[in-house]
């Protein structure tokens, strides 16, 4: 069974850094491209960023780029999203997804069942 279980999130102020982990089991993790996905309050999902099997290629939304980054310990099973310079419009709920694909930025079929990031003063 494909388990993703995200942990790191919490309250931070604006300008601050949290660091997400995605804990993956039940298939092969190194085969997959991973990705970070969030959904505002009250607001639609969002594409955030993904990552190839191997970690060699990384993709970021416009919105993030430059203070977000995805990596990936393949030997750990486990994803991460260092976010830095954070912004109140980055309160989202973060869910970590596996995609079909070894490379791609769609094809998501396995989701977690997400971690909340409030940015608040």
């Known amino acids: 069974e494909v388990q993703l279980v995200e942990s790191g999130g919490g309250l931070v102020q604006p300008g601050g850094s949290l660091r997400l982990s995605c804990a993956a089991s039940g298939f092969i993790f190194d085969n997959y491209a991973m990705s970070w996905v969030r959904q505002a309050p009250g607001k639609g999902l969002e594409w955030v960023t993904t990552i190839s099997w191997s970690g060699m290629s990384t993709y970021y939304a416009e919105s993030i780029q430059g203070r977000f980054t995805i990596s990936r310990d393949n030997a750990k099973n486990t994803l991460y999203l260092q976010m830095n310079s954070l912004k109140p419009e980055d309160t989202a709920v973060y869910y970590c997804?596996?995609?079909?694909?070894?490379?791609?930025?769609?094809?998501?079929?396995?989701w977690g069942k997400g971690t909340l990031v409030t940015v608040s003063s």
């Open positions: 997804a596996k995609s079909i694909y070894t490379d791609s930025v769609v094809g998501m079929d396995y």
